[in-house]
């Protein structure tokens, strides 16, 4: 058993200083009510057999399907560089924790350091915190940031949000006390005089944050600047949730009004891996820095002078002020930060903006060749970045099937949702080449009877 | 060195009297604290309860409520505060006050503690 490092002579010396003559003895303090019962696990494997077993489960895996993947909704599939893993998996920043000891872990504390200063440039925001866990949960952060800025207990968020993001959102809300006001979209998207009259209805109820995601769960981007504008006559806090990759293309939120941009940063080298880890990342205006949650770096200088990195503003933490604290998250996704850092880092702006073009013409050329189909069409008229609706002849989720058989994953039911019959949500990336959209587009046309 | 003019509370505030009244906390309030970094006060206009939660000091490693002394409507609030936090642990009772307060009731200032009976009990 090569976890435990104690060797039977190590046992029995211990035990013999102890003055107990076996671990029966030395445990004869517990109750025998409450000892644990023999477990019925079968019996260790050896290494090789384990590995068999293990290919077995994963053989009962469908692999996703790489260039032939349209799938998107939050976990999108790109390209990620040799490099990446490579210097991710290096042992330095696989096996260390929390940088809470800066005299010893001033790599780990400037690689997030690095991370804070990318987001807030992609987001145009002033500061950012060490990452959180999802873009779920850091909608959830950014709500509670503008509940306890504005004093105020009323969320509003769009109905155009990823419907998982919303589910935590309420699930939030709920545990703490809070109103949930949804948004309903048209054509896709919040329209100015939705949100107003949202908002108006609230009367005394005070908005204390409005959450719109864009490009949103449709694909679609939303009028941003409007609905920040909109937002703040009423005196909430405006927040964007963004895929970060968008921001190479698209405004940035904080030159759209918004005090807080959240998103997940898994489109820059963290792998699907079915569903998670991924990377939350939270930036907002100067004046809310106290209230954003998790772990921050600080840039400071050491007592010879030398620049160094440090945690700092942890008395916002729950570690310092327990449930006082501006959250109950006690931790980041330091790997998966530092994964997007590295992919950053390589791909440089340049590179960065090439992949979002490449996605933006992709996704362009396919949505054209797949409105042409008799009985497909473009479900929403508004612009999008690399996912879109196509409305489909018959159910997504059946049309999806089919396309399986052919191997490729053809996109996200819809059906039924923002007022479509039938819909499927497909997303197109780098990693989709010509002969691939050509091929989803032959399958859709030949399934759609 | 807790001046003899003022009034003190057990969760260690001090009132200076007047109309308003300013409200400060104490040396051994700031000592124990160590490096203030910032402080977080109520708006002007803000109503305070005496007892209740009025604001928030924050130094390098803890973050402390501050509770009011008394109840009144927050008149001004020391905005030099802002750029200079520090001055909580260098002048305590003077440049570093906090609020000033106009009362809602002179008699609440009855259950306060006097200096003497505030070091006895309180800040040793």
């Known amino acids: ?449 | 060195m807790n001046p003899d003019d003022l009034l003190y509370a057990s969760s260690h505030e001090w009132v200076r009297r007047g109309d308003p009244a300013t409200i400060g906390i104490t040396h051994f309030a700031q000592d124990q604290l160590g490096d203030v970094v910032y402080v977080e006060l109520p708006v002007v206009g803000a109503v305070l309860s005496a007892g209740e939660i009025f604001g928030n000091v924050e130094s390098v490693k803890t973050a402390s409520d501050l509770y009011a002394p008394v109840s009144g409507t927050v008149v001004e609030t020391n905005t030099q505060l802002v750029e200079s936090p520090e001055l909580l642990n260098t002048s305590p009772y003077d440049k570093g006050w906090l609020i000033k307060v106009k009362l809602d009731n002179e008699e609440d200032l009855g259950n306060l503690l006097d200096r003497a009976a505030y070091e006895t009990n309180v800040a040793h």
């Open chain 1, 1 to 449: 058993m090569p976890y435990l490092p104690h060797t039977a002579a190590d046992r029995e010396a211990m035990l013999t200083t102890i003055g107990a003559s076996d671990m029966e003895e030395l445990l004869d303090q517990v109750p025998t009510a409450v000892r644990s019962k023999p477990l019925l696990l079968p019996a260790a494997l050896s290494e090789p057999e384990l590995l068999h077993e293990l290919d077995a489960l994963a053989e009962r895996n469908t692999r996703s399907a790489g260039p032939r993947s349209f799938l998107g909704g939050g976990a999108y599939n790109h390209h990620i560089p040799a490099v990446v893993s490579a210097l991710a998996s290096r042992s330095e920043f696989v096996t260390s924790y929390t940088p809470y000891q800066p005299e010893i872990s001033q790599g780990t504390l400037q690689v997030i350091y690095e991370w804070q200063s990318l987001i807030c440039a992609l987001t145009g925001l002033d500061v950012a915190n060490a990452s959180l866990y999802d873009a779920a949960t850091a909608c959830a952060e950014a709500a509670m940031i503008g509940v306890n800025a504005t004093n105020r207990s009323t969320v509003v968020a769009a109905s155009t949000l990823n419907p998982m993001y919303l589910e935590v959102l309420r699930t939030y809300c709920w545990s703490q006390g809070l109103q949930l006001r949804v948004v309903m979209a048209e054509g896709g998207c919040i329209s100015p005089s939705s949100l107003r009259a949202t908002l108006a209805d609230l009367g005394e109820e005070k908005p204390a944050v409005a959450i719109l995601q864009s490009p949103n769960y449709f694909g679609l981007i939303e009028d941003q600047a409007s609905l920040a504008q909109i937002t703040h006559e009423f005196g909430a806090l405006y927040v964007t949730c963004a895929n970060p990759l968008s921001l190479a293309i698209l405004a940035p939120p904080g030159e759209i009004g918004a005090d807080i941009a959240v998103g997940d940063a898994q489109p820059f080298g963290v792998a699907l891996s079915y569903g998670g880890p991924y990377v939350g990342y939270v930036a907002a205006r100067e004046s809310l820095l106290r209230r954003l949650p998790g772990r921050i770096v600080g840039a400071s200088v050491d007592n010879k002078g030398r620049k160094a990195y440090v945690l700092t503003l942890q008395a916002r933490e729950q570690h310092i002020r327990r449930e006082k604290a501006t959250s109950n998250i006690c931790s980041n996704h330091a790997l998966c930060a530092t994964v997007a850092t590295i992919y950053l880092s390589y791909m440089g702006k340049a590179g960065l903006l090439e992949v979002a073009h490449l996605c933006l013409q992709k996704a362009h050329y396919a949505a054209e060749r797949i409105a042409e189909l008799p009985g497909y069409g473009l479900a929403f008229e508004a612009p999008f970045f690399h996912e879109f609706v196509v409305k489909t002849p018959r159910p997504g989720a059946v049309i999806r099937e089919a396309l399986m058989e052919r191997g490729i994953l053809a996109g996200i039911p819809v059906d039924g949702q923002a007022g479509l019959t039938y819909g499927l949500l497909v997303c197109v990336t780098e990693q989709n080449r010509k002969e691939d959209i050509d091929a989803l587009v032959q399958g859709l046309g030949e399934c759609a009877a």
